[in-house]
């Protein structure tokens, strides 16, 4: 968890939605229902401003942190499908994640994600869900971490990867971990480099209610297949009635 993520939103309404200053970027990225590891996907994040304040803005970044030590492209990009999720509960001690946890945080909007049933849920295992906000056309705001890295050329490639935590509810049935949701009264601290202390920033990631506003529907197994892509994979369908092991 999470492997594949969806994003029906332009940039313009993510833009919109939280209530951004503006973007980096010069275009949008394609609409993407089959989002994989090494994807250019957006991250929310904040900037200094020409006033010295800062300024929350829309960048991208490929899934898949890029540690520091990493000599060249080849071995970086390779690497970035094992550093697409970060686990809340070791984030901040872990090589290829701590850095980019004290100075660089983000959040990642995406319209819903993806998680295949484990063997020990009381679905059939490797069936897909889709998780989504119950209330339409809203945006869930996942908790990331990212970071710049440079080539051998000295091309700076930004990285971003999705926090996880222990899944809770309904959520646990399906899959052992689910993404950490980032709840708008805590943005800003969430968002803020001057913020380090390590303490504060695990006590943002807790939430007493994680799963809450979430919504599950089983979808079709053409989102296994990268190349499958469109609003098809996101539409429900029907499954048969619920398997246990005992």
Sequence with gaps: MCGRYARAQEMDEIIGEFNLDGSTLDASLPLNWNIAPTNEIYIIRDTPGNTNSLERILDSASWGIIAPWQKNFAEARASQSHAINARSESIHEKP??????????????????????????????????????AEPKKSLSIAGIWSTWKNEKGEEIQSAAIITREAVGELATIHSRMPVFMERNKWSDWLDPKNREIEDLIALMQNPDPAAGLVTRPVSSQVNLVANNGPELIAEIELGEAQTLF
């Excluded at 850095?99 to 049933?117: D, S, V």
């Design 96 to 133: 290829t994640f701590r850095q980019a946890f004290r100075t660089t945080r983000c959040l990642i909007p995406a319209t819903g994600y993806y998680e295949w049933a484990t063997s020990l849920g009381q679905y059939p295992p490797k069936q897909p869900f889709y998780i989504t906000s």
